[in-house]
């Protein structure tokens, strides 16, 4: 009796979570068989994820892109923008962390409590003087003050997840390495850095998906066509001809979201590894 109650509890429990993921992913589903649809059965059979017939030709016509300007061309700017700002944080993030969890120095609580405070402050506060500054020094319309905040110490958020993994390594390894001679450049760079790798792997998964997703950083500074990342292109896709074009905008949508999905399943254990060794579980 009791084998069969947990049998049949295990059932449930499984049935009941598949339908939650069914649930979660079918708009990604929706949102790729879409973009092999026809135009006009996008929406008037819309529940049904198997097309009448196959539109490559949406993925193509997506992929021109429009204003003379290939979608070939935002994706290299994404992935220049991406690649950049995530080896950024991860340099410069690590090494603030390390300097917050091992090093003593004048003013550090009050510089991590200004670390903590940022954490909770919204993006919207700082981005007008931020525009500002950027305005003065002639950045606007250039990539800079994309990648300017990954190399100068990366997100708080990130810095902190770094300090709280660093302070689980033992104190001992650092001593020992003092005692054969290391500096305490080297403590990091041969010490700390080596075991940081999971929590290295999250914090560049996380500065993956929120740099590539970014719109608002592209909206505000890039004007110039040529710059657009992305997120601007695709939104560029319901303003052409005075009409939104469903088909092309799914295909490319559906392409976009590529990268994420395939880094993400490549990192998926060092990012569940990261998270729960950092005490975020």
């Not at 290939?70 to 300097?99: E, H, M, P, W």
């Not at 020992?176 to 290391?182: F, R, S």
């Not at 998906?209 to 592209?218: C, S, V």
Request: glycine share 8%.
């Amino acid at each position: 009796m009791q084998t069969k109650k947990g049998l049949l509890s295990n059932s449930i429990f499984y049935v009941f979570v598949s339908g939650i993921g069914i649930a979660m992913i079918y708009p990604i589903l929706w949102m790729m068989a879409s973009s092999l649809k026809p135009a006009t059965e996008i929406f008037n059979n819309a529940i049904s994820l198997i097309p009448s017939q196959l539109m490559w030709e949406n993925y193509s016509a997506g992929w021109a892109g429009f204003g003379g300007i290939g979608f070939a061309t935002y994706f290299r700017n994404s992935v220049i923008v991406t690649s950049i700002v995530v080896v950024g944080t991860l340099l410069t993030g690590s090494i603030v962390a390390y300097g917050f969890a091992r090093l003593e120095f004048k003013f550090k609580n009050a510089l991590f409590a200004c670390l903590m405070a940022t954490i909770m402050l919204p993006v919207q506060i700082t981005l007008i003087p931020q525009y500002i500054i950027f305005n003065e020094v002639g950045w606007v319309n250039t990539f800079y003050p994309l990648l300017l905040p990954g190399l100068m110490g990366g997100q708080p958020f990130f810095i902190f997840l770094l300090i709280q993994f660093i302070r689980g390594i033992p104190r001992e390894l650092d001593e020992a390495a003092i005692v054969d001679g290391c500096s305490k450049m080297g403590i990091y760079w041969r010490i700390i850095l080596p075991l940081l790798r999971p929590a290295l792997v999250t914090v560049a998964l996380f500065s993956f998906m929120w740099t590539w997703d970014d719109f608002l950083a592209p909206l505000i500074y890039l004007n110039n066509s040529t710059l657009h990342t992305v997120t601007i292109a695709l939104r560029n896709f319901m303003d052409t001809q005075g009409s939104t074009s469903w088909g092309p905008l799914l295909a490319m949508s559906s392409l976009s979201l590529l990268p994420q999905l395939l880094i993400f399943a490549f990192f998926q254990k060092h990012l569940v590894q990261g998270i729960a060794t950092t005490g975020l579980k």
